[in-house]
């Protein structure tokens, strides 16, 4: 995130949208960010649905199923 002067008194963060690059304030007004438009959030939010974006997660250690059997 970068921060732009907007006027002497204020500053507005900034971030690129995800999807495109575009510039988009980090604004109350701005209902999509951190994607700059429906469409770009919407393109992000199939990627998840169609599984093209994941969160990478540790596998379990080997003797994960010991530990299930000790409860």
Same mark, same amino acid.
């Given at each position: 995130? &970068?921060?732009?002067?907007? &006027? #002497?008194?204020? =500053?507005?963060?900034?971030?690129?949208?995800?999807?495109?690059?575009?510039?988009?304030?980090?604004?109350?007004?701005?209902?999509? /960010?951190?994607?700059? &438009?429906? /469409?770009?959030?919407?393109? =992000?939010?199939? =990627?998840?649905?169609?599984? /093209?974006? &994941?969160?990478?997660?540790?596998? #379990?250690?080997? =003797?994960?199923?010991?530990?299930?059997?000790? /409860?």
């Amino acid at each position: 995130m &970068s921060i732009t002067k907007n &006027s #002497p008194n204020r =500053d507005i963060e900034e971030t690129s949208c995800p999807q495109c690059g575009k510039t988009v304030p980090w604004i109350e007004e701005e209902k999509y /960010r951190p994607f700059c &438009s429906k /469409r770009c959030q919407m393109i =992000d939010f199939g =990627d998840w649905a169609n599984e /093209r974006n &994941s969160i990478p997660a540790e596998e #379990p250690p080997d =003797d994960w199923e010991d530990l299930k059997d000790e /409860r």
